[in-house]
């Protein structure tokens, strides 16, 4: 009971924060339009799709965001859409709409639409034998006021198996009573991540799944039948066809599923074996064309470097709206502003978060041809906020002249401010910059003590950070990717509004004074490779009411949990008590009193833990409570 206790309480400090903390402005109620929708799948299903479009009576999950996370202020996370069929076409209604203002958000869609799901980018999908569900996530798209039709291309998350099979050589009856498909290829339920349709936390690899099926007898003429399977990614996989009463079995060693495509095995039944006579991967498409360019419409062409990027395209009132997507998360992947001919009028505006580019032709007066370069790559992006008549001169003084990094941009609104200059704000507000690092390092001292940073993003390219860089910025909550592998000492140390930290699966260590100083921490996610606590990690964590210790940690270091007041609940998963520093007795110095530690029942033999809620560590001073969990 006290383990889950403790878990509770966690929770309940993650839970805490938004997705980044910042307040954004406010809106006025006037401005407000809702949100229309039209949602079109460019691929078949063989599941519940049938054709292009979705069944009457479809609902979707919608979510919009926009650069200070709740859009406008308002949390529009997992609103439902529910198709309706009006005058022989579909529109999609909700009770409650999204009202949309003159700021750009970023729409994210799913299918079918779960209402248990909190978090679009963690949604819960199962793939088994008895449950085939084409589940689906929409290509992002930018909308705001002034662009409130979102016209959503939805894509398939999930991979389609065929399997064929012929009597070759065979001479028996050939009863078929069972065909399964299966191996490390495939997983029984996994999430979603609908933001950009990856997929992970598998769970049931190696599973064989076998849909019902009716006994047919093996004949000169194809048989089939077909599958929605979640892909790992992995490459081992097989088939079992049941003959007769006997498992006929064929493995493969290099598998290759692939999301919305669809994979077919071509076998032939032979006495004693099953032969592979073809494997094929196909686009599970209808009619989309693989031609270099893209036909927007009869005069519109699109070319150039298209493999970075996925487009999707509408005409209203004779402007062609063309919204690019960055195929990548990583490294703040943003498409690159695009040229055309003299045949049209030209705006395009980008999302600063997203990199989603919105292209919109008017005047249209003959064939137009878009060109797209590429995209531009960030490690980094931050946003600061001025004081009104501040100049970018004066914060950003000791950053310019250290020449540890480019500035590539600083962006007031949609406004790109030229990095030479000097630029006053006439008001104050939120503001963006970028940056690029030499060796994808964030460097020494990058950002110590530039109070005016309230918000960082660290970029999938980034693969260290060294030590001091955020230190005593204002910022309230930190992701660091799996990329980095590279850490230094007290690189938040200091940063006072610091309210949640997410801390990549591959780091080992919470290394020397890492967060100290940041009294406002209320939780972190600690990996389970995580294996030591530095000198001074935590020290005066004032608002941290629990941490977990993974089972793997050897060592707690000096003054590690020193000054944490409201510290109450420590739950320790190694067996063997991890090694104390050697001013132990100050390692856990001004915590909350009467707290609970908590420990693995094996711990009662063999450990030491007792001593840490004894007279001699500051745990028994306070009060302390040892006790067992799973009992």
Same mark, same amino acid.
Request: include cysteine.
């Given at each position: ?45 063989? *599941? ?8 009457? *009576? ?50 994210? &869609? ?18 088994? $034998?008895?449950?085939?569900? %084409? ?106 066809? =049941? ?10 060693? %290099? ?88 045949? *049209? ?19 249209? =007066? ?30 950003? =003084?000791?950053?310019?002249?250290s020449n540890k990094a480019k500035i590539l941009r ?10 030479a200059s000097t630029h006053t704000w006439a008001e ?16 020494? %001292? ?8 309230? *918000? ?17 910025? $204002? ?10 592998? &590279? ?32 009294? $406002? ?60 520093g050697g001013n132990y007795r100050y390692n856990f ?25 004894? $007279? ?13 969990? %799973?009992?």
């Amino acid at each position: 009971m006290k383990r889950i206790l403790s878990a509770l309480s966690i929770a309940a400090a993650l839970s805490s924060c938004s997705p980044q903390d910042i307040t954004p402005p406010l809106i006025e109620e006037e401005t407000l339009v809702p949100l229309e929708l039209e949602l079109a799948t460019h691929t078949v299903t063989r *599941a519940i799709v049938e054709g292009t479009t979705l069944p009457t *009576a479809s609902s979707v999950g919608i979510t919009v965001r926009d650069s200070y996370g709740a859009y406008a202020g308002e949390e529009y996370t997992n609103i439902k859409y529910t198709s309706k069929e009006v005058s022989g076409s579909d529109v999609w209604e909700c009770d409650s709409p999204i009202m949309l203002s003159p700021q750009t958000g970023v729409l994210y &869609s799913y299918y079918p639409y779960a209402e248990a799901c909190s978090d679009i980018s963690a949604i819960s999908i199962r793939a088994n $034998s008895t449950v085939q569900t %084409d589940f689906m996530w929409g290509t992002p798209v930018s909308v705001s006021k002034d662009n409130r039709h979102a016209s959503i291309k939805m894509n398939h998350a999930l991979a389609a198996v065929r399997i064929t099979y012929v009597r070759g050589t065979y001479s028996g009856t050939g009863t078929v009573s069972k065909v399964s498909f299966g191996g490390n290829c495939i997983a029984v339920a996994g999430t979603l991540d609908a933001t950009d349709g990856s997929l992970s936390n598998f769970a049931g690899k190696g599973t064989m799944l076998t849909p019902p099926q009716i006994a047919t007898t093996l004949s000169s003429s194809l048989q089939e039948f077909e599958l929605l399977v979640i892909p790992t990614g992995e490459k081992q996989g097989k088939v079992v066809i =049941t003959i007769d009463g006997k498992d006929y079995t064929l493995e493969f060693g %290099d598998i290759d599923l692939r999301q919305g495509h669809m994979t077919q095995f071509h076998l032939t039944v032979n006495d004693g074996e099953l032969s592979l006579s073809d494997i094929t991967v196909s686009e599970w498409t209808y009619g989309e064309s693989k031609d270099t360019s893209i036909k927007v419409t009869d005069k519109v062409t699109l070319t150039g470097n298209l493999d970075d990027i996925a487009v999707y395209n509408s005409v209203v009132n004779g402007v062609v709206t063309i919204t690019a997507v960055p195929k990548t998360k990583g490294g703040f992947k943003e498409v690159e502003p695009v040229s055309i001919n003299s045949n *049209a009028t030209l705006s395009q505006t980008s999302d600063i978060h997203t990199g989603v580019r919105t292209i919109k032709l008017s005047n249209i =007066t003959g064939n137009v041809t878009v060109t797209f370069y590429g995209t531009y790559c960030y490690d980094l992006i931050t946003e600061f906020t001025v004081n009104a008549g501040e100049s970018t001169k004066m914060l950003y =003084t000791y950053v310019s002249s250290s020449n540890k990094a480019k500035i590539l941009r600083i962006r007031e609104g949609d406004t790109d401010i030229p990095v030479a200059s000097t630029h006053t704000w006439a008001e104050g507000g939120k503001h963006i910059l970028r940056y690029s690092f030499t060796n994808h390092t964030v460097p020494y %001292d990058m950002f110590n003590d530039v109070t005016a940073i309230t *918000a960082i993003e660290i970029g999938d390219c980034v693969t260290a950070l060294e030590s001091y860089a955020f230190k005593g910025t $204002s910022i309230e909550r930190v992701v660091i990717p799996e990329t980095v592998t &590279s850490f230094g000492s007290s690189l938040f140390y200091n940063c006072t509004k610091l309210k949640h930290a997410v801390l990549p699966k591959g780091i080992t260590e919470i290394y020397d004074s890492m967060f100290r100083g940041c009294t $406002s921490l209320q939780s972190i996610d600690i990996p389970d490779g995580v294996t030591r606590f530095g000198d001074y990690a935590f020290d005066r964590c004032s608002s941290l009411a629990s941490i977990i210790l993974p089972a793997g940690v050897t060592y707690v270091g000096n003054y590690c949990f020193s000054d944490c007041s409201n510290l109450r609940h420590i739950v320790s998963f190694p067996v063997k008590t991890p090694t104390l520093g050697g001013n132990y007795r100050y390692n856990f110095s001004k915590v909350a009193s009467n707290g609970v530690l908590a420990v693995p029942a094996a711990a009662k033999t063999g450990s030491n833990y007792s001593y840490w809620v004894s $007279s001699n560590i500051n745990l028994g001073s306070y009060g302390w409570t040892l006790v067992y969990m %799973d009992e």
